[in-house]
């Protein structure tokens, strides 16, 4: 009988009341919720929990990392040598085209040297792989395999072959959490390379990217293409962010908008690149402060501080 | 097998070490990288439900809220918004234990959906409260997904209590 040496279930022993545990424990997370969400302070407890759960994340993803291995291992000799020939085509042409594009930066090189401008493209990259998208489906994000031990840092720009894909807005140490340029929460100031108009690209969040309050005879037409200015000083300028696709006139006839497809790969697996945040000096000169600006300016820095 | 109140079968209790063991396992299977697939069943969800309502003096609140916000952390979502919504999940599920536990297995699942689905709502509206976009219709699948898992989770889980160390068949036990 030795199935039944148990103690008897505590009857009278019950540990707290239920209902206070409930509301200890409810106030606690929307408190949480408040803090991470309005203040973003919970990023050093969020990272610290990082260690704990990064070994079990590791031993989850090894089986899956392990499928992909064996996956990439089966493709057929015919499939890699159609793969290579394509490489090597598309090797000539990119060759042709590095040669002209290190004509024109020494060129461009000399004429910004005369100008005595700074040098506006980031030179370091740094490639990455995507591991997987995030499983929060209220957000557009993708978890690279770089962290901090190999020097990423929040804000950097990434990029694929085709465009922007979006910039870091996370980091621990052996992964970093992208943020899609798809995203709600997202906007890239941007231009037409037509006519070199500027604007701002918004995230729809439903994996296209818009251009809100344009004037209704703003000159874009359907099949332009989109790409960044560069005035914010995080991305480089000329990478390219969209395609505009559609317009959707307002009834009011005072704004219209564009709807844009995106020229990455929004979510696909595969690399990036993270791109060094381009330094501009960021600071209005001191000359332009006044005093009443001063409040209105810390305010906006706060702002600006959440929205990356 | 006594899956409800109403079976005569007894029981072996539940052994801590084995429900910490579950919500290990399922907070690993959450781990995966499913995202492609949003209906793909919330685990840890499941099974802090289902011990909250077997045994609620191992998992409650408390192991809920742990919980919750170590999914937070690996989701990448809110601090506090899987913690919020395992909390209540699991306390409801506390509350409607005596009921539930006198139904069969298939009315079971009907009064677990209502838990479930609400959970997943909750986690809904608080992104929503927060500004973010609106997960696809597939996420509202999701909910519906676990609770379908609900009889085989059961028969899974309760597995070792099944088991007698020395059967006899002339015995109830």
Redesign the interface.
């Known amino acids: 009988m030795?199935?039944l040496d148990?103690q008897p279930?505590?009857l009278f022993k019950?540990?707290p009341a239920?209902l206070a545990?409930?509301i200890l424990?409810?106030c606690?997370?929307?408190?949480?919720?408040v803090?991470?969400?309005r203040f973003r302070y919970?990023e050093p407890?969020?990272l610290s929990?990082?260690y704990?759960?990064a070994p079990?994340?590791q031993?989850?993803?090894w089986p899956?990392i392990a499928l992909t291995t064996v996956d990439e291992y089966a493709v057929t000799l015919d499939q890699v040598r159609q793969e290579n020939t394509a490489l090597r085509q598309a090797r000539l042409v990119d060759a042709e085209k590095t040669q002209q594009l290190q004509v024109l930066e020494a060129e461009n090189q000399y004429l910004r040297k005369l100008l005595e401008t700074k040098r506006v493209l980031g030179a370091r990259v740094q490639p990455a792989t995507i591991?997987?998208?995030?499983?929060?489906?209220?957000?557009?994000?993708v978890?690279l395999d770089r962290g901090t031990d190999q020097g990423v840092i929040e804000g950097q720009p990434v990029v694929d072959d085709q465009g922007v894909v979006g910039q870091v807005t996370?980091v621990a140490p052996d992964y970093a959490?992208v943020t899609l340029l798809t995203?709600?929460?997202q906007s890239i100031p941007a231009q037409v390379v037509r006519n070199g108009l500027r604007t701002v690209v918004f995230g729809t969040?439903?994996g296209r990217l818009e251009m809100r309050y344009m004037s209704s005879n703003a000159d874009v037409q359907v099949g332009d293409w989109i790409v960044t200015s560069g005035i914010d000083g995080i991305y480089p300028r000329g990478l390219r962010v969209g395609k505009v696709e559609s317009l959707e006139s307002d009834p009011n006839g005072i704004f219209s908008k564009f709807i844009l497809t995106p020229a990455a790969g929004m979510g696909r697996y595969g690399e990036v690149l993270l791109l060094e945040p381009v330094a501009l000096p960021t600071d209005r000169p001191a000359s332009l402060d006044r005093a009443a600006d001063n409040a209105t300016g810390t305010t906006m820095s706060k702002k600006k501080r959440k929205a990356q | 097998m006594q899956i409800d109140f109403q079976s005569s079968r007894l029981l072996r209790p539940a052994r801590p070490g084995f429900i910490r063991l579950t919500l290990l396992l399922a907070f690993l299977m959450n781990l995966l990288p499913t995202s492609f697939w949003p209906w793909f069943p919330d685990w840890v969800a499941l099974v802090i439900v289902f011990w909250s309502i077997r045994s609620p003096l191992v998992v409650s609140t408390g192991t809920a809220f742990v919980l919750g916000i170590l999914m937070d952390v690996v989701d990448g979502s809110l601090m506090g918004q899987h913690a919020l919504a395992y909390v209540l999940m699991s306390y409801a599920s506390r509350v409607m234990a005596h009921r539930i536990l006198w139904l069969p297995l298939k009315q079971q699942l009907v009064n677990v959906l209502p838990i479930i689905f609400i959970g997943a709502c909750l986690q809904v509206l608080v992104r929503w409260f927060a500004g973010d976009e609106l997960p696809s219709l597939f996420y509202f699948v999701q909910p519906f997904v676990t609770v379908a898992l609900w009889v085989p989770a059961t028969y899974v889980l309760m597995l070792p209590q099944f088991l007698s160390n020395d059967r006899d068949f002339e015995r109830p036990i």
């Not at chain 1, 606690?28 to 919720?33: A, Q, V």
């Not at chain 1, 591991?131 to 994000?141: E, T, V, W």
């Open positions: 030795s199935g148990h279930p505590p019950q540990g239920p545990l409930l424990y409810v606690t997370s929307i408190s949480l919720l803090l991470d969400d919970l407890m969020r929990l990082t704990v759960t079990l994340k031993i989850v993803q899956v591991l997987y998208s995030a499983r929060d489906p209220f957000n557009r994000r978890i996370r959490e995203d709600r929460n969040g439903d």
